[in-house]
């Protein structure tokens, strides 16, 4: 491994964040469904704090990052961290950047007395599922994710 940083987003990271968040949907191919922008990420991330993002860099130049928030659990009765975003750019895949990231994040859940740590994978992505189990990452399989996304809140809004 180079030497690989991991460090706190700050806000002059904000359009970093942005293109890694664009790569990592043009990979899934859902680049169509990015409407995010610089102004909102930056009111989320660093204004409301709803959301914490970390930089990956190999000797100083950007090739990663992570976004994560706090979700909670009421089986457990204490919060976890749920990944949002993993990426890693293509270039520098295969170097371990991945597990380190991994090993940040749990370091701080353990030290924020979280729980768990979860996040979703598309099931067609084989390379990701088996990089996940490598880690001793368990597949919820008799969970489904649903959704309720702007339109559907706005009709619920009117019931």
């Given at each position: 491994m180079k030497n690989l940083t991991i460090r706190t987003a700050l806000p002059a990271?904000?359009?970093?964040?942005?293109?890694?968040?664009?790569?990592l949907a043009e990979y899934e191919k859902m680049l169509d469904l990015v409407i995010?922008?610089?102004?909102?990420?930056?009111?989320h991330i660093f204004t409301k704090a709803r959301a914490e993002a970390i930089i990956l860099e190999e000797d100083g130049l950007p090739v990663?990052?992570?976004?994560?928030?706090?979700?909670?659990?009421?089986?457990?009765?204490?919060?976890?961290i749920y990944i949002e975003d993993i990426y890693?750019?293509?270039?520098?895949?295969?170097?371990?950047?991945?597990?380190?990231?991994?090993?940040?994040?749990?370091?701080?859940?353990?030290?924020r007395d979280c729980g768990r740590i979860e996040w979703a994978c598309l099931d067609w992505n084989a390379p990701s599922i088996?990089?996940?189990?490598?880690l001793g990452a368990v597949c919820m399989d008799e969970w489904?994710?649903?959704?309720l996304d702007a339109e559907q809140i706005e009709k619920m809004n009117n019931i």
């Open positions: 990271d904000t359009a970093l964040i942005l293109s890694f968040i664009k790569e995010a922008d610089e102004k909102t990420l930056h009111e990663g990052y992570s976004l994560f928030f706090h979700n909670f659990s009421t089986f457990l009765g204490r919060s976890g890693v750019s293509p270039a520098f895949r295969g170097k371990g950047y991945g597990k380190a990231v991994f090993a940040y994040l749990a370091k701080l859940a353990q030290a088996s990089f996940y189990k490598s489904k994710i649903f959704r």
